[in-house]
């Protein structure tokens, strides 16, 4: 029996179909509110995808600090001079 | 400030922003400093005598790194000898290696779990340098796409914007790129011999 003060359960969905809408989810690109609550219970419920989900934000974590680059020096004096120029 | 002298501090600051990210991407595209300096450099030239196609200013930063995207290309054709050989969107091609099923059933929870702790510290610099590698060995346009989103912060629709595919496609180029990458640095720790089940699993759930 449900009562009315109980919260309806997000749809089961399977591993495959979590782990599809992984980096959408992670990357902040799922805009659906009960595809993100579906998500979001499997993570809660499935220690391998959860696992994995942690995995991929410590991988999108090393990746922004390692891929990160700064303009050389001169680069940035070459850009102004071209810019003085315009 | 006339509309020139508007146009100009406009267009100065918006590259100032930028200009690390232009450099990072192009680094990545070129694979070398030099080349990327002269790769910014002269999308930078083209933005600026370009720069009334730019019809809506909060766009800028997508709008300059399809100008860098394109000058990349063009640079590539005219260097390839056999432009034939260049096959920028080579990578669509479905090697059946790389699905997302086999991925589940490859990589143990143990690897993941190995991965994901930040206890692991002490080889971060090491995994730092082994990630930007599986980044290099990337087809083009998984890098450039993996780049523009988890590196530059760029939007799924703004990074279709720039690589000129529907958002769909940058959708996909995510998945594959990124299961592409998880998979290289599984080959890493592997090939490190790096014993994964040293790891206290710890059950979160």
Known sequence: MTSATDKTEPAEIGCLEA??????????????????????????HCRSCFSRTEMERALTAQLRKSAKSRAPAALQARLRSIMDKF | MNRQDDLRAFFSHSVEENMDALYGVALRLTRNSADAEDLVAESVGKAWFALDTLVDRTRFRSWIFRILRNCFISARRKKSVRPSEFHYDELFRDDGDGDLASLLVEQPEEFLTWWANPERTVFNDILGEQIM??????????????????????????????????????RSRMKRGRTLLQKALWQHAMDAGLNVTDNPDECRT
Not at chain 1, 20 to 41: C, F, K, M, S, T
Not at chain 2, 139 to 152: A, D, G, H, K, W
Not at chain 2, 160 to 167: F, H, I, N, S
């Open chain 2, 133 to 170: 590698s599986a980044i290099d060995d990337l087809p083009q346009s998984f890098r450039t796409t993996v780049l523009l989103i988890n590196v530059e912060g760029l939007t799924y629709d703004e990074a279709a914007d720039v690589l000129g595919v529907p958002a769909g496609t940058v």
């Open chain 1, 19 to 44: 782990i599809e809408a992984l980096y959408a989810y992670l990357d902040g690109e799922v805009n659906d509110p009960q595809a993100l609550a579906r998500i979001e219970h499997h993570l809660g």
